[in-house]
């Protein structure tokens, strides 16, 4: 079993910048791949940015520029930094970890950008 845990969400001001983390524990293979989903009110949960175990990233088009993935593979730990955050980026985002065919979902934290 696979256990995420999110962290780093709150309330920021437009142009104002959040840090996310995602620990992972339990049964972690060496080649997975971890990202950053997100789910604004009332639409659907969309891809923010993936990164491999080997380092290969994948960022969705709307937060390119602003938002970078990173992680440390010692401890099983995905970040997304977000920086010059807009309202439009309020959603609650949620980790995922993709190994051998199946995938594991974090609970999710609460991002919220506004005055």
């Known amino acids: 079993q696979v256990q995420l845990g999110e962290s780093g969400g709150g309330l920021v001001q437009p142009g104002g910048s959040l840090r996310l983390s995602c620990a992972a524990s339990g049964s972690i293979f060496r080649a997975n791949t971890m990202g950053w989903y997100r789910q604004p009110p009332g639409k659907e949960r969309e891809l923010v940015a993936t990164i491999s175990s080997a380092g290969s990233t994948n960022t969705a088009d709307s937060v390119k520029g602003r938002f970078t993935i990173s992680r440390d593979n010692a401890k099983n730990t995905v970040y997304l930094q977000m920086n010059s955050l807009k309202p439009e980026d309020t959603a609650v985002y949620y980790c995922?970890?993709?190994?051998?065919?199946?995938?594991?979902w974090g609970q999710g934290t609460q991002v919220t950008v506004s005055s």
């Open positions: 995922r970890l993709s190994q051998l065919g199946s995938d594991y």
